[in-house]
RNA sequence: GGGGAGAUGGCAGAGCGGUUGAAUGCAGCGGUCUUGAAAACCGCCGGGCGUGCAAGCGUCCCGGGGGUUCGAAUCCCCCUCUCCCCGCCA
C-alpha cells in the first residue's frame, strides 16, 4: 500500500506510475473519500473532546455530591450522543472505502525501472555463459524426461489433474538435489533458513498484495485459509504487526515450500513440460532492509540467485523488468532467465524485487533504531526465488543432455546425488 | 471433538466504572560517577490518526467486533487466538 499522505500530495506521481503499469485508479474518488474522511474526523474528535471534559466534570460534581449540577450536565451532553454515533458510522464506511481504494493501487516503480508497456520491453542487464552448440537433435524436457523415466505426466494427471506431474527415480531424487544445494548456498551467504507452513490466512497474504486483488490466482482450502503461491507469503509475515530491532537488519531468511497457483489466467500458455504447474517447488529468499540499503540489497539478493545458476553451469542473463511488466508489490524488479534449448530462448526461473516500504506497510512491519531516530519506521522488504525448482530441473535436464538420451548431472550437484553423475534410463517408472 | 484457564506497553506483570495511556520490574535512551567498564544514582522512555511551521493541542487504541453508560482496560454479548486436562492421531 502507498502512503496516504504522499497519494495526497503526489497525485500525479501516482496517474504516471498507472500509465506505466497499463493501470488505473479513481483519483476524484479518492479526493473525494479523503476529503470527507478529514472533515467527518475533525467534526467527530471536536464533539468527542467536549464529551470527554463534560464527562470529567460529571465525575467532579458527583464527588462533590451536587447531584443536581450533574444531572444537568448529562442532559446537556446526551445531546451530541446521536451526532456522536452517526459521524463515527460514517468514518467507518469512509476509511473502509478508502482503504479498499488504497489497497488495488499498486508499488510506484523506482525510477530507474524503464518504461515499458509489457516483457517484450525489459532491458538486458548482463549475460552469463553461452548456449551450447548441440552436435544432435536436442529433445524437450518433456520428451527426454519421460523417456528416462524420471517425470511421469499421465500419470501426474491421473491422481492430480491437468498441469500436475509426477517425478520419479532420480527425478525425485535431483529435486530433492536441488532444494538442498539452494538452500545450502543461501546458509552460506548468511540467510537463516526456515520451514513455514503451506496454508496460510487471508492477513498474511493481505500483507504481501495477494489480497484483495489476486484472489483467484490462490487455491482455497476453506473461506479463510488458502495454499501459499510463494514462500515469500510467509516469509515476509514472519514479522507482520513486529517492530524489528534495527541494529539487526538486514535480515535474510530463505525457504523452501511447494507453491500452489491456480494458473488460470495461465491456460494456453507454457502448456508443455513442467515450466507452467499448479504445484512447483521453489527455494525462496527474502530480505528485511533499511530503507537507504534496499536498493544495495536487491542487488545482492540477484547476486546470489546469479551465483546457483553459476554453479550448475547454466546459462542465463539478468533483465530488469520494465514498468508494464512489473508485479504488484514490486518497485523494481529482476529476473534471471535460464537457457532453454526446447523454448530456443531465456525461462524465468527467478524473480528478484524489492518492494520498498509496500509490504511492509501493509503488514504493519517497521523497525526502530534510536541512535538515528526516536519512533519507528517502516522498513524495506525484498524477495527473490533462489530457485525455482521446477525450471532448474528442465534446464538441467535439456542443457545437460547427452547424445544417447542421458543426462549428465552438474558436478555441484553430484555430492546431491549419493554420488551418481549421470542420469540413465530407469525400469518401471514410465517408459 | 469434550472440559477448564487466559489475552494489558519491546518483555514480564498490576490495575474499586470517573485526571489510568495505564503501577512496578527488566530492557532501551540520556546523564552523574569512573582512566575505561561494571555497579550505584538521576532523568527520559508506546502507537495510529487529525491539526499546526513548530512547540503543542485533540482523538482513538489494554486480542478483534458490538452493547450498557455522561464516562469502560474495568460490566454484558459474539468472534479469534493461546495455554492446561481428556479423546483422536502422523
Given at each position: 500500500?502507498?502512503?496516504?499522505k504522499?497519494?495526497?500530495e503526489n ?19 479518492f ?8 472533515s ?5 474528535e ?9 464527562s ?7 464527588r ?26 460514517r ?10 481504494l488504497?489497497?488495488?493501487i499498486?508499488?510506484i ?19 552469463w ?14 520428451d527426454?524426461?519421460p ?6 505426466f499421465?500419470r ?9 506431474y509426477?517425478?520419479g ?6 529435486e ?9 548456498m543461501h ?13 496460510t ?18 487455491y482455497?482450502?476453506e ?6 503461491p ?7 509475515n ?21 507453491c500452489?497457483?491456480e494458473?488460470?489466467g495461465?491456460?494456453g500458455?507454457?502448456?508443455?513440460g513442467i ?11 527474502v ?12 542487488e ?14 547454466l546459462?542465463?542473463h539478468?533483465v ?42 501493509r ?8 541512535s ?11 524477495n527473490?526465488?533462489?530457485?525455482a525448482?521446477?525450471?532448474a530441473?528442465?534446464?538441467?535436464i535439456?542443457n545437460?543432455?547427452n547424445e544417447?538420451g ?8 553430484v ?5 551418481v553423475?549421470?542420469i540413465?534410463?530407469?525400469e518401471?517408472?514410465?517408459?
Open positions: 500500500m502507498l502512503d496516504i504522499f497519494v495526497r497525485p500525479d506521481a501516482v496517474d504516471a506510475s498507472m500509465a506505466s503499469r497499463n493501470g488505473s485508479w479513481d483519483r476524484d474518488r479526493f473525494e473519500l479523503e476529503a470527507e474522511r478529514r467527518v474526523i475533525a467534526e467527530v471536536g464533539l468527542q473532546a467536549q464529551r470527554n471534559s463534560a470529567k466534570q460529571i465525575g467532579r460534581l458527583m462533590e455530591g451536587k447531584r443536581d449540577e450533574a444531572e444537568a450536565a448529562k442532559a446537556a451532553v446526551a445531546a451530541d450522543k446521536e451526532r456522536i454515533a452517526e459521524l463515527d458510522a468514518r467507518g464506511e469512509v476509511e473502509e472505502a478508502l482503504t479498499d488504497m489497497s488495488h499498486p508499488n516503480p523506482d525510477e530507474s525501472v524503464p518504461y515499458g508497456k509489457d516483457d517484450s520491453e525489459n532491458v538486458e542487464v548482463r549475460r555463459g553461452t548456449p551450447r552448440e548441440f552436435d544432435f537433435e536436442a529433445k524437450a524436457h518433456w527426454l524426461g523417456e528416462l523415466g524420471i517425470i511421469d499421465e501426474g494427471v491421473k491422481i492430480a489433474g491437468s498441469r500436475f509426477l517425478l527415480g532420480m527425478g525425485a531424487r535431483l530433492r538435489a536441488l532444494i538442498n544445494f539452494f538452500i545450502d546458509i552460506k551467504a548468511g540467510f537463516k533458513e526456515w520451514w513455514p507452513p503451506v496454508i490466512n487471508a492477513a498474511t497474504l493481505y500483507g504481501t498484495g495477494q489480497l484483495p486483488k489476486f484472489e483467484d490466482d490462490l482455497h482450502v473461506p479463510n485459509l488458502y495454499l501459499i510463494t514462500a515469500e507469503v510467509m516469509l515476509t514472519i514479522h507482520r504487526d513486529e517492530i524489528v530491532d534495527g541494529s539487526k537488519l538486514p535480515l535474510k531468511y530463505t525457504a523452501f515450500t511447494p500452489f497457483r494458473e488460470s495461465g491456460a500458455r507454457d502448456t508443455r515450466i507452467r504447474v499448479h504445484e512447483f517447488d521453489k527455494v525462496e529468499m530480505k528485511f532492509a533499511r530503507p537507504e540499503d534496499s536498493m544495495n540489497q536487491l545482492a539478493m540477484t547476486h546470489e540467485a546469479e551465483l546457483c545458476l553459476q554453479a550448475l553451469g546459462p542465463y539478468v530488469t523488468l520494465c514498468s508494464g511488466d512489473l508485479g504488484f508489490s514490486a518497485a523494481k524488479t529482476y529476473d534471471l532467465e535460464v537457457w532453454l534449448p526446447s523454448y530456443n530462448n531465456y525461462k524465468e526461473i527467478s524473480s528478484c524485487s524489492n518492494c520498498w516500504d509496500f509490504q511492509a506497510r503488514a504493519n512491519i517497521r523497525y526502530k533504531d534510536p538515528e531516530f526516536k519512533g519507528t519506521r517502516y522498513l524495506h522488504t525484498l527473490g526465488s533462489g530457485l525448482v521446477g525450471r530441473m528442465a534446464a538441467i535439456e545437460y543432455q544417447d542421458t543426462v549428465t548431472v552438474p558436478e555441484a550437484l555430492p546431491y546425488m549419493g554420488g553423475t549421470v540413465e534410463p530407469e518401471g517408472v514410465s517408459a
